[in-house]
Nanobody
Framework: QVQLVESGGGLVQPGGSLRLSCAAP????????MGWYRQAPGKQRELVAV???????NYADSVKGRFTISRDNAKSTVYLQMSSLKPEDTAVYYC????????WGQGTQVTVSS
């Protein structure tokens, strides 16, 4: 069983920035493909960004150029740096770890509002 611990959500004004963190202690972290997903009220969960074990990245079109996913294998942590935030980025953000199985974090709320 992999436990994912997320942090960094909150309330931010449009145009602001936030950094989400997801720690996976006690895992062979470097083997995992790590991703961030989000789910807004009334909508399906969608992929935001993913980073492979080798560091390759992929982003949803809606966040390209604004969000950056990165990983620190020594700290068993994946990050999502979010900039130029928009109200439509408001959602619960979930961390995902995938190798042989898929694991989810508990989610962290991000609210973009003035």
């Amino acid at each position: 069983q992999v436990q994912l611990v997320e942090s960094g959500g909150g309330l931010v004004q449009p145009g602001g920035s936030l950094r989400l963190s997801c720690a996976a202690p006690g895992t062979v972290f470097s083997h995992y493909v790590m991703g961030w997903y989000r789910q807004a009220p009334g909508k399906q969960r969608e992929l935001v960004a993913v980073i492979g074990s080798g560091g390759s990245t992929n982003y949803a079109d809606s966040v390209k150029g604004r969000f950056t996913i990165s990983r620190d294998n020594a700290k068993s942590t994946v990050y999502l740096q979010m900039s130029s935030l928009k109200p439509e980025d408001t959602a619960v953000y979930y961390c995902n770890a995938r190798w042989e199985l898929s694991y989810w974090g508990q989610g962290t709320q991000v609210t973009v509002s003035s």
